[in-house]
């Protein structure tokens, strides 16, 4: 069969690899955020009480073995940020990607990002907090 000479060309596989991990990568500071608040959660059905910052410590928490996911995640944030500006330019390089999924991204990356550092900055329940101490 004929290709269309206005038709997408189909991706490769490992452009197609890149634009899964681009897109992945976009939402880690949700999957971060998420957990946290799921590991702070948790903490509390076990204690049946809201975690108390400097008093009640996740890590010794008898049944809490989320905390060293948790961890990683926040060990790989930094990583992950380079992952997505990295990975997405690639993406938009490879595909030629129009303007609007350039914008869409770009806005995603930056707005996704920036939430996360406003949110764990503003700490609403003191969360990050009682993770921290």
Request: glycine share 8%; proline share 5%; no cysteine.
């Amino acid at each position: 069969m004929a290709t269309l000479e206005y038709a997408q060309p189909e991706q490769r596989g490992a452009s197609r690899a890149i634009n899964v991990i681009a897109v992945a990568s976009l939402f880690y500071p949700l999957l971060l955020a998420g957990s946290l608040y799921a590991e702070w959660l948790w903490a509390w059905s076990l204690l049946s009480h809201k975690p108390v910052p400097s008093m009640d410590d996740p890590k010794f928490i008898s049944g809490n073995g989320m905390h060293g996911i948790v961890g990683l995640l926040f060990l790989g944030a930094a990583p992950a940020i380079v992952v997505a500006v990295v990975f997405n330019t690639l993406h938009a390089i490879l595909n030629r990607a129009s303007r609007r999924d350039l914008v869409v991204r770009g806005a995603l990356l930056a707005f996704l990002w920036a939430g996360l550092l406003m949110l764990l900055r503003a700490d609403p329940g003191r969360v990050a907090e009682w993770w921290m101490d």
